[in-house]
């Protein structure tokens, strides 16, 4: 009796691929679950990275059982590029739209025989799914009813798969990192695509999970690939990526993802990561461990989780460790400056001093979790305590007021933060010349001062001036045992550094 010819959708053949990866089933098992024979799973297998792009990038229809494309798939490539991209930026679409737009890419691309018609237009929007509409209204707002379909009907089906600690959210910040109270007014809402007002921003990737128990470490994308103050480091508080814009690109976002991926991996852990639909985040595919989510296009400002108060939460705290060292640089009668590598420490602290509680209010606010809606003010202001004792302080010294370090939290709140992907650039990716390796090696910040390597001596010695600080203030154990660990890093340094005789050194030559 023969067996019945089946035939498998895209979304299938993803899980196959998925179980064959993860290594738990045999293959031979894997194979009897889906009620496939050993030699198509073998065919899956052979066709992965074809599987794997396909359905990725949505590029068909994940129901569907063929993946067929048209005449001229490098046409309809370089239109499905555009389409998200257009998407992203929501920009209105039409039907003669897409026909126009094909067409540049055809004599583009150097295509003579091919024709736009409203035959290939239908076959074309089918094959990928794609359903053609006009924005409404002289600006883009929030589609109210698009963030209540997603939240009711597509979310549910989502969180059920996946505990709140593998669920997680990225997004991207800039931030003018040497920017002062007093330079607030001038710098707002300034362009920053170039000159000045460009060496003095970067952009920080934030990622952390829904119930507030892991943040993923900082990823900063800077202006120079090499920064004098970086001379002698072998360990940054931050991960550091460059190119020439300071901003997020396709490259640097697939790196940090594979990364993550390969580490979760080896955890074997496996996350539902959600992110936005900008152009850096598009070109995903062949990934373990992450499930990555695209919230709809245009819904961001309500459903993004780090924009309802985890990155207003990162700058707050960013700015109040700049105002400490003002502080501290006013008492002490210094020149205040800050570089590259003081931004990385101050954000990696700030970092730490997000709360879980305004991690978990910014998902409650995106409609993620059930509860009370809080605002911004209400989700972000960690410490207010604090804050208005170091705003007094500051005041008294003439360093700002606290209606200026309002203004001071969100001079950079709507800094571009990766670049509009334009039809040059998807030509010449398709043609194989792009060059996406865009790094500044210009070193920066020449006029500031060289700092020496610290020698393990003067290491150990500050060590027992931190010890005895420490000891000589109240409630300080906390403290003092996170100081036996480095205590602990400094020994091990101090042995790896010393050498095994052997019996010849004991003889003169």
Not at 43 to 65: G, S
Not at 484 to 500: A, M, P, S, T
Request: a neutral charge.
């Amino acid at each position: 009796m023969s067996r019945k010819q089946q035939s498998l959708s895209l979304e299938t053949k993803q899980k196959i691929l998925n179980e064959v990866c993860d290594g738990i089933l045999k293959k031979t098992e894997i194979a009897t679950k889906y009620g496939i024979p050993n030699s198509t799973l073998s065919t899956i297998i052979k066709n992965r990275e074809k599987i794997e792009v396909a359905y990725a990038i949505n590029q068909f229809e994940p129901a569907r059982k063929r993946m067929r494309t048209g005449g001229n798939e490098e046409i309809e490539v370089a239109l499905l590029r555009w389409v998200r991209e257009a998407r992203s930026q929501n920009l209105p679409l039409t039907g003669h739209v897409l026909q126009e737009k094909a067409k540049v890419f055809a004599d583009a691309l150097g295509v003579t025989n091919f024709a736009s018609s409203n035959g290939w237009l239908t076959r074309f929007k089918k094959r990928h799914g794609i359903v053609c509409h006009k924005i409404c209204g002289e600006e883009a707002t929030v589609d109210k009813e698009t963030v209540e379909s997603f939240l009711s009907e597509k979310w549910p089906a989502l969180r059920k798969n996946y505990a709140p600690r593998d669920i997680f959210n990225a997004d991207e910040t800039g931030l003018f990192f040497k920017a002062l109270p007093s330079r607030t007014l001038s710098i707002k809402g300034e362009k920053c695509s170039g000159g000045k007002c460009s060496k003095e921003r970067i952009t920080v990737l934030v990622a952390c999970n829904m119930d507030g128990t892991e943040k993923l470490p900082l990823f900063v994308v800077g202006k120079s690939a090499n920064p004098r103050c970086f001379k002698n480091l072998k360990t940054l508080p931050v991960v550091y990526a460059s190119n020439k814009k300071a901003w997020m690109n396709k490259m640097l976002f697939k790196k940090w993802l594979t990364d993550l991926d390969r580490k979760l991996f080896r955890e074997k852990r496996n996350i539902c990561l959600m992110l936005d639909n900008c152009s850096a985040h598009n070109d995903i595919h062949g990934l373990k461990a992450i499930k990555c989510v695209f919230l709809p296009p245009n819904t961001t400002a309500k459903l993004q989780p780090c924009d309802q108060g985890i990155i207003h939460s990162l700058k707050v705290q960013y700015r109040k460790e700049m105002v400490r060292k003002m502080i501290h640089c006013f008492d002490n009668k210094i020149t205040f400056s800050v570089n590259l590598l003081d931004a990385m420490r101050y954000l990696k602290c700030a970092w730490n001093n997000v709360s879980s509680e305004t991690i978990i209010n910014s998902f409650k606010c995106g409609g993620f979790t059930d509860g009370k809606e809080m605002n911004l003010q209400e989700i972000s202001e960690a410490e207010p305590e604090t804050l208005t004792n170091l705003i007094e302080e500051a005041e008294k010294r003439g360093i700002l007021s606290a209606p200026l370090f309002k203004d001071y939290t969100t001079i950079d709140e709507d800094l571009l933060t990766s670049d509009i992907t334009t039809d040059q650039d998807i030509i010449a990716e398709l043609s194989a010349k792009n060059d996406d390796v865009d790094m500044d090696t210009t070193d920066e910040e020449s006029d500031i001062e060289q700092e020496n390597p610290v020698t393990l001596n003067e290491a150990t010695c500050a060590m027992k001036v931190i010890n005895r600080f420490l000891m000589q203030q109240e409630n300080a154990m906390d403290a003092l045992d996170n100081l036996e660990h480095i205590n602990d890093f400094i020994n091990k340094c101090y042995l790896k550094k010393l050498k095994q005789k052997s019996i010849t050194d004991f003889f003169q030559p």
